[in-house]
């Protein structure tokens, strides 16, 4: 495919001749995942451009970090547990104590998972509103814009991620993303509910020591499990039956993130 040697010419053409240019290589009317999933934001192409160029370097590199920090943070939905979290500290609530419900029928209400469609819903929304708003916007900071200056920020500055392979890591990632933000929409439901857990939603509940520690323990436990858990997934049975599928793009870029089996 000749997507990604044309964009240099994409970005020099009008706007017809994109145009056309995106429709010829979706000549089948379906949906395209890197046309209409990231491509869309090489139509601004130059609008960004004229607008990068006017910000100073350190401000313009500010909003890039804090894509990627947005984007690592929050794709698999974790804000939905953050939101609930915050929500429950401003309004002053603790553990409270819930009336024992009937059990006789099996509703959300009587599962204690109330309002779960609401959870469903707003994290999908927002997972893949993230996903491509921010990817797109990374897409086109580094894979478009600095295209020419790879040696700057990338590691293999002459290999590049193949269209079809790109296309490939998107289409994989937005099916994990589902599974992903699903659980979380499932966590946060979870933890709206009253449900039992270890979360706390008032700062001294715990001292003011741990409400400080947590957050180097937290690190330091979340990166060893990661580590050991990747670790785990390149023994032999595990890498060729779950794993290997994310090592197929050997040039990452974004979108590799959640490029993963939807099992992991
Ligand atoms: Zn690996």
Redesign the pocket.
Known sequence: MEAVDSRPEIANSNNNEKKADLEEKNPNGLWNPMTEGVKWIENYVDSLERFFERLPAFISTFIATFALFTFGATLRGEWVIILVTALKQLSGETHMERNSTSQEALTLENLKMSHFGSFFIGAQVLAYSIYFLIGGFLHWYFYVNRRDSAKEWKIQPDKWITPELERHEIIIGSISLFFASSFSAFLACYFYNENPSTLYYQFDEYGWIWFFLQFPVMFVYMDYTTYIM?RL??TPWL?KNF?KL??KYKQPTAFSVTAIHPWR
Do not use: F, L, P
Request: aromatic share 28%.
């Open positions: 990747h997934y390149h890498y794993h994310h090592h």
